[in-house]
């Protein structure tokens, strides 16, 4: 088992202090990266660039799965299919360690590759997959706001992988595990999870993402999309998650 973070390079030795000597090993990329529009990760050297760091239970572990998380950063998939298959068995392999629930892992590559293979280049992949879940929800459950750094303090889930659907009942159980935990070694953080402000959340199809205060309306979208479909047309959406 492992785990994925991004830390700014002043906390990486504290992170290293707390996870040395005992039955864990930590690798941290040695090149900064950004988050870009639609939450493309790129090398950086800008002053809020942050490493990639694996944690896992042996350093064979936290290596291999650090390089696959390199790999896919610097990876320019362009239109070269072989390109595309080694991104979707990195990324199979990653879920499998860090214990993402199958059915998540298995609806981020297939939107991925739908993605890619589609050439509807105007909608990012991050905002076809994000769409995706959507369009399979039933419910949007606060934990599983799962989008990154991109909405700050507000975007709280403990979740490091997107849901297949923001009603995924795996992923819902895995972001209730972590939080009971948090609450014995960390309430505050526990408590940054359980007390967040919720709201619901636009998308456009550059993958950006921004709270919304307005008011809602019912959607048209499809219940499904498909390669002849202008996926284009549905965007903006507005994510319904609520208190």
């Known amino acids: 088992m492992a785990w994925r973070l991004r830390l700014p390079a002043d906390q990486i030795d504290t992170w290293r202090v707390a996870f040395s000597g005992?039955?864990?090993?930590?690798?941290?990329?040695?090149?900064?990266?950004?988050?870009?529009?639609?939450?493309?990760?790129?090398?950086?050297?800008?002053?809020?660039?942050?490493?990639?760091?694996?944690i896992?239970?042996?350093?064979?572990?936290?290596?291999?799965?650090?390089?696959?998380?390199?790999?896919?950063?610097?990876?320019?998939?362009?239109?070269?299919?072989?390109?595309?298959a080694a991104t979707i068995a990195a990324h199979r392999r990653a879920g499998r360690v860090y214990g993402y629930p199958d059915c998540c892992v298995a609806a981020?590559?297939?939107?991925?590759?739908?993605?890619?293979?589609?050439?509807?280049r105007v909608v990012s992949d991050n905002a076809l997959l994000i769409l995706r879940a959507h369009l399979r929800s039933q419910a949007w459950h606060p934990l599983l706001r799962a989008f990154g750094a991109?909405?700050?303090?507000?975007?709280?889930?403990?979740?490091?992988?997107?849901?297949?659907?923001?009603?995924?009942?795996?992923?819902?159980?895995?972001?209730?595990?972590?939080?009971?935990d948090l609450r014995l070694i960390s309430p505050a953080q526990a408590g940054r999870y359980e007390r967040a402000a919720v709201h619901?959340?636009?998308?456009?199809?550059?993958?950006?993402?921004?709270?919304?205060?307005?008011?809602?309306?019912?959607?048209?979208?499809?219940?499904?999309t498909g390669p002849t479909m202008d996926v284009a047309s549905l965007f903006p959406v507005t994510l319904p998650f609520a208190d």
């Open 108 to 120: 981020f590559c297939d939107g991925w590759l739908e993605a890619m293979s589609t050439r509807q």
């Open 56 to 84: 896992a239970v042996d350093e064979a572990t936290a290596r291999a799965c650090l390089d696959d998380e390199i790999a896919n950063a610097d990876r320019d998939e362009g239109d070269d299919p072989a390109a595309w």
């Open 150 to 180: 991109g909405l700050g303090e507000e975007t709280a889930s403990p979740l490091r992988h997107l849901p297949c659907r923001f009603d995924c009942s795996p992923s819902l159980a895995l972001a209730q595990a972590i939080v009971a």
């Open 22 to 54: 005992g039955d864990t090993a930590m690798s941290v990329s040695p090149a900064g990266y950004a988050t870009v529009q639609g939450g493309v990760l790129r090398r950086s050297r800008e002053s809020g660039a942050v490493h990639l760091v694996v």
């Open 200 to 224: 619901p959340i636009r998308l456009d199809a550059d993958g950006s993402l921004t709270p919304w205060h307005g008011a809602l309306e019912p959607s048209m979208a499809p219940s499904s």
